[in-house]
């Protein structure tokens, strides 16, 4: 009996040492798998921080202000958009109090019925280095050329004939594929930010997520404050 009983362990041990090696083989194999994994996660990370940079900081878009301001608010805007006419003035005070400080980029996307054709004027508009004074123009008459959140493409000429355009060159212009180009570019930019309402506003990247005029001023002050602490 003790002669059997001491045999068994032995013929048993080859196998104990199979499957020691296959559960070591395993966890190597899982832990391995969670590192690439989890390198591939920051890789993905790291690409979609490195495109929604590039996303924001789009060379073509107009920009008002001090090209050396430390605090840079991109703003998503439709023409045809009434809180976008609201909100304007409000943003171009700040920029006139602290100078120094702000600078604004304006990103379109025509999310109303017929914006597009607006944009297209106001792009034309880039041509003859009149872009900001179209845009407040179509702005403070936007009442006049749009109906029911629809863009009335007849009224808008009429609407920015006193800003001293050549409007036989704006109207060639508008047809230029650039400014195609340029459109297209906001839109998809746009999405890869998940636009979704005018305005949107982007503060050094930070995305305003709680929607108001005090909410923006806070975000916009913080930045000033972070920006002064930095000099």
């Not at 006139?96 to 914006?115: M, T, W």
């Amino acid at each position: 009996m003790s002669k059997k009983s001491l045999k068994t362990p032995s013929k048993g041990m080859p196998w104990l040492v199979i499957i020691a090696a296959i559960v070591i083989l395993i966890v190597i194999t899982l832990t391995s798998t969670v590192v690439i994994q989890g390198e591939d996660e920051r890789v993905t990370q790291e690409s979609f921080d490195e495109a929604r940079v590039a996303a924001l900081a789009s060379e073509h878009s107009p920009t008002l202000g001090d090209p050396n301001a430390p605090v840079h608010i991109v703003e998503f805007l439709d023409p045809a958009c009434e809180t976008c006419a609201l909100f304007y003035p409000m943003v171009k005070s700040w920029l006139n109090e602290v100078p120094d400080k702000l600078r604004l980029s304006v990103r379109h996307v025509p999310f109303h019925n017929g914006s597009e054709y607006a944009v297209q004027v106001l792009e034309a508009a880039r041509a003859q280095d009149m872009y900001w004074e179209t845009l407040e123009a179509l702005l403070a008459t936007q009442r006049e050329w749009t109906q029911n959140h629809t863009v009335i493409p007849e009224r808008i000429l009429p609407a920015i004939a006193n800003v001293g355009l050549d409007m036989t060159r704006l109207e060639t212009d508008m047809n230029n594929f650039d400014i195609k180009v340029r459109m297209e570019q906001d839109q998809k930019d746009a999405v890869l930010l998940k636009v979704r309402a005018t305005p949107q506003y982007f503060v050094n990247g930070r995305e305003l997520k709680e929607f108001g005029r005090d909410q923006l001023a806070a975000l916009v002050r913080d930045e000033i404050a972070r920006a002064e602490q930095a000099q």
